[in-house]
Nanobody, 131 residues
Framework: EVQLVESGGGSVQAGGSLRLSCAVN????????MAWFRRTPHKEERERVA????????TYAEFVKGRFTISKDNAKSAMYLQMNELKPEDTSLYYC????????????????????????WGRGTQVTVSS
């Protein structure tokens, strides 16, 4: 059974940092497309923040480039999102997701977002950034 569990969210002031973690059970993280998404207001689709595919290729949304870093640790069966220089507009519920087919790492999802029926998801961890 695939299980993804996020942790590390919290409340910080603008300019601060957080490190999100995603603990994984059920597959080897190194070989699979994995990504961080966040909820968007008034839309079902979740916007992709960063992705890391099975070949080690990283992508970042424009609004986090230079501030966030995605990584995986196969030995610990975990994925991380280091979030620096946080802004109030980064406030959201952040989700960890995995997709052996690779769709969640695709250009299509970068442009259109993803819905919960695509891949496997955690329940999310809340990040709140105050000004």
């Amino acid at each position: 059974e695939v299980q993804l569990v996020e942790s590390g969210g919290g409340s910080v002031q603008a300019g601060g940092s957080l490190r999100l973690s995603c603990a994984v059970n059920g597959f080897a993280v190194g070989a699979v497309c994995m990504a961080w998404f966040r909820r968007t207001p008034h839309k079902e689709e979740r916007e992709r923040v960063a992705s890391l595919d099975g070949n080690g290729s990283e992508t970042y949304a424009e609004f986090v480039k230079g501030r966030f870093t995605i990584s995986k640790d196969n030995a610990k069966s975990a994925m991380y999102l280091q979030m620096n220089e946080l802004k109030p507009e980064d406030t959201s519920l952040y989700y960890c997701a995995a997709d052996p087919r690779g769709l969640l790492c695709s250009e299509y999802v970068r442009r259109r977002g993803a819905t919960p029926d695509m891949g496997d998801w955690g329940r999310g961890t809340q990040v709140t950034v105050s000004s």
